[in-house]
């Protein structure tokens, strides 16, 4: 996916999963949406940071994906979410967890990052945090959908069965970005896992392990069993092997998810931005939610390993 | 400081900052309690996860260092503490944040590991998880100690004053082991920063950041300010160094504190085990309160750059 070195480039990801049966028109069109989003601050001269944002906050934005509005419930019938952002300039980072109630949860790991001394913010104290900056808030009938709360009561119903049995969600939204001036960043956010215990922290707020950004070696955000990804410091471990192992970031992306992923009983995806704007995007689910767009190109998106879907720019 | 290939090794720290005046034999001699502490484990035949859990605790229990009994207080007058822990092994890990109650944390941490699904747990949800679990809790006036204490207040009365005229506490413990069959472990717990906003969660909850350990690479705990280790990955970064990039662990260490810490704006230090026994400490603070204790050996303990204080085995 190598084309040019100069121009912008934008790629995202809406979780590695089956893709979801009957909605694959509405996940085409909802990546499609955060395509455009994020194109449009980009093309208008924005930064790198900024077109992740908005690319990250239309996919919350829809319901098919998990996160924000679309949100998966704990066992307890609760929904928390999770969202971090970098950087890739200075290595600015911005976290929050187990956050119920800004509308865009990436928008409040941004706040973190620009307007906090801190890195990671977690539950009433970063809502108190949010309050205080006047973040767009939404409440429970927002952020519920039926389909989600049933995958709930599906995977409490069967607890004690196999796992594989269970329809539980656990993925994520994130986007990597390279703006004109070659700036990259990341963005990740995600409602959490179906039926896990409240508290419980995801790869998607750890700052290396879901979400990293460096200009000098790549921008990746991460989605899949986030237990795993944050016992390999996933998104950290692709940059390791960019900078210290001469890896692509297709190479470097592939080894994370096959040889440490895999091995280590995770499933999901990776998307990998290099600075020269090559996008690698390897899963070893059944598929993932993927779409990508470079400055004058068509936007291309694709739920499975599938030839990319190419619409209009 | 490599002496040996085969035998236990365990190192520890008691937070990077200036040795505490007044307090010097305190904090040798809270430093080797807590190496007595892990090396009774390891000449037992425990393992290394078992001898940084009894190393950390009892780092926890002295009032001396920034973690469990002797906690930094947030800006609300509130205290929350982080720990987190890694078994080199399998890269297990777990971890928890923002908890108020469970005697010592990094216990719950292990908790965490080896009690559920997840890794990381936060708040109110992780302190239900350590409840049902019977973990042994304190109270507020276990936790309070008038240094710290005076420390907030102070911090509150100079603010907006120069961030360097505070006396804030930001430290960490943590511990490195290396047991007899091998296995690598690092736990790290803190009590946080003082003044910082409620709901902070620091690099030590962040596997990959403060902790990090694999039996192949090399066992890492980080102690400074959090956030600049959590935008490096700091406790990654060695490690990838180590792995990808050919150095020894004083090698990537010092890389690590010199070349990304320090730049980006942060003090702190770390403590690298390799697996062939080699322990590094670098730090760039104007101390490091620290130990280590090898199979048939002496206690070295240090509060600055000074050499070693030998005690009896």
Not at 69 to 89: E, K, L, N, W, Y
Request: proline share 4%; glycine share 14%; charged share 20%.
């Amino acid at each position: 996916m190598r084309e040019r070195e100069n121009g912008y480039v934008l790629a995202l990801h809406g979780g590695a999963e089956e893709p979801p049966k009957g909605q694959e028109e509405e996940a085409h069109a909802g990546l499609q949406a955060a395509l455009r989003a994020g194109r449009a601050v980009l093309e208008g001269g924005g930064s790198a940071v900024e077109a992740v944002t908005a690319a990250v906050s239309a996919l919350e934005d829809c319901h098919v994906f998990n996160s924000g509005h679309g949100a998966a419930f704990f066992a307890d019938g609760s929904q928390a979410m999770d969202a971090s952002i970098m950087d890739g300039r200075n290595h600015s980072a911005g976290a929050v967890a187990n956050i119920f109630g800004p509308r865009n949860p990436v928008q409040a790991a941004r706040l973190v990052m620009e307007k906090s001394d801190h890195v990671l913010m977690v539950g009433e104290g970063a809502l108190a945090f949010c309050r205080e900056h006047g973040i767009a808030m939404a409440d429970r009938d927002y952020f519920f959908t039926e389909k989600k709360w049933r995958a709930l009561q599906q995977t409490l119903a069967e607890k004690g069965q196999e796992p594989s049995a269970l329809p539980r969600f656990r993925d994520t939204v994130g986007a990597v970005a390279r703006d004109r001036q070659g700036n990259l960043a990341a963005a990740t956010s995600t409602g959490g896992l179906t039926a896990s215990l409240p508290g419980r922290v995801s790869d998607t707020a750890c700052i290396g392990s879901g979400t990293f950004a460096d200009n000098a070696v790549c921008a990746v955000t991460a989605t899949g069993d986030g237990e795993v990804f944050m016992r390999w410091a996933a998104a950290h471990a692709v940059a390791a092997r960019m900078q210290f192992a001469g890896q692509s970031a297709e190479q470097a992306g592939r080894e994370v998810i096959f040889d440490l992923i895999g091995p280590g009983g995770g499933t999901g995806g990776l998307v990998v931005l290099a600075p020269d704007g090559t996008v690698a995007m390897p899963f070893n689910a059944e598929g993932m939610l993927r779409g990508y767009v470079r400055e004058g190109g068509l936007l291309h998106t694709a739920l499975a390993d599938e030839p990319y879907r190419k619409t209009e720019a």
